[in-house]
């Protein structure tokens, strides 16, 4: 499992898939959220600036990665 270090207390779920490159770019990220095509710690959320901490999961078309601070 891949992992996104953040130095702040959380990062925005949009922003996060981006950094680990699993969109091109945010825009991108709006719409496989919006699609239901997104899961984090194993819940499919629909909430772009969900705020993500150290230790969630997101999974997106079979790759995963984990917030790590």
Do not use: H
Request: hydrophobic share 40%; proline share 1%.
């Amino acid at each position: 499992m891949e992992t996104v270090k953040i130095q702040t207390d959380y990062i925005k779920l949009g922003q996060a898939m981006k950094l680990a490159g699993l969109v091109g770019a945010g825009t991108d990220a709006k719409y496989v959220i919006q699609e239901g095509l997104v899961e984090v710690n194993g819940e499919v959320d629909l909430r772009r600036g969900r705020k993500l901490v150290p230790g969630d999961v997101v999974s997106f078309q079979g790759e995963s990665f984990q917030i790590e601070a």
